[in-house]
């Protein structure tokens, strides 16, 4: 906690959680939070099978997919980190842990080279596995195709230099896994999508892998019926890949978009109650250092 002056005497503040992007942390630490749960009842409402997000980078793209993945981990008892917060006043509170989640990030999936670049993605890809190993095992038995290769995954996703060919159904796999644990269809949050697709034209191996993100992205995406809804955040959306081609007609909101705008980064009026919390103020120094953005007819 902070020390802040207020009325000539020292009050306690919540901290600011600088860096972090981790939502259930932030609220069981007791960080300072601007409330975007509202993002979830648009999400559920707007029922796109596959959504992509594109905004700019440190605009808290990471922290609202860790807030969707707690919202809905049918893992995880979630009520504490969300009490007093906009979504349990709506109609949709009673969904909290209601459905499996599996969800991804590739944010520090950066290499110089394809080989390394495909061991850091299967890394990811293993810690979902593991957590849903533990849970399906009895079913290993079982008629599923996917669950009878649910092993075999794990160890291919554990051995290191596997061709990039054999990761490609690893998403597929684990949608059809899940549902088959759960008969439920799971949701797929793929956080920083685009992150390996630019670190390969970085280090020039992009025809190299090319093919793979299409099909890698696009077989978990088209055409799955164990697959519920999916949400993809990224920087932009990379205009020379054909993965595109192979989703469901995925929905695109650029920041162009007045869909989610509101839950990226802080509009005006988040800003001057954060800085009045702090014994601040939005003035024309601030203004100067931070504003300039305009996302789906908001200033942000």
Do not use: W
Not at 170 to 180: I, K, P, R
């Amino acid at each position: 906690m902070e020390m802040c002056a207020e009325g000539g005497k020292k009050t306690l503040r919540e901290t600011l959680p600088i860096g972090m992007d981790d939502f259930e942390k932030i609220r069981k630490k007791g960080y300072y939070y601007v409330d975007k749960t509202l993002m979830i009842k648009d999400f559920i409402e707007m029922k796109d099978e596959v959504a992509l997000v594109a905004r700019p980078r440190r605009f808290g793209k990471s922290l609202n997919m860790t807030m969707i993945r707690e919202f809905f981990d049918i893992t995880k008892d979630s009520k504490g980190i969300f009490d007093g917060l906009a979504i349990m006043d709506t109609e949709y509170a009673d969904q909290i842990n209601s459905c499996p989640v599996i969800y991804l990030t590739f944010k520090n999936c950066k290499a110089r080279s394809a080989g390394e670049l495909l061991e850091l993605m299967k890394h990811e890809l293993y810690k979902e596995y593991k957590r849903y190993g533990k849970l399906i095992q009895e079913h290993f038995e079982t008629d599923s195709y996917a669950v009878k290769d649910f092993p075999a995954m794990v160890e291919m996703l554990r051995t290191p230099g596997t061709e990039s060919v054999y990761l490609i159904p690893a998403l597929q796999y684990l949608t059809e896994s899940v549902m088959g644990y759960y008969q439920i269809a799971p949701i797929l949050l793929i956080d920083e999508y685009d992150q390996p697709i630019m670190s390969s034209y970085e280090h020039d191996y992009h025809d190299e892998l090319g093919d793979f993100f299409s099909t890698f992205y696009g077989s978990s995406m088209t055409g799955n019926p164990a697959l519920g809804q999916a949400m993809l955040t990224g920087v932009q959306r990379v205009a020379k890949e054909s993965i595109f081609s192979q989703f469901n007609n995925p929905q695109v909101y650029t920041v162009m978009d007045k869909e989610y705008a509101p839950y990226f980064g802080l509009n005006e009026g988040e800003t001057k109650e954060l800085l009045k919390y702090y014994g601040l103020e939005l003035n024309e120094d601030v203004r100067s250092m931070y504003d300039g953005y305009r996302i789906g007819g908001i200033d942000i």
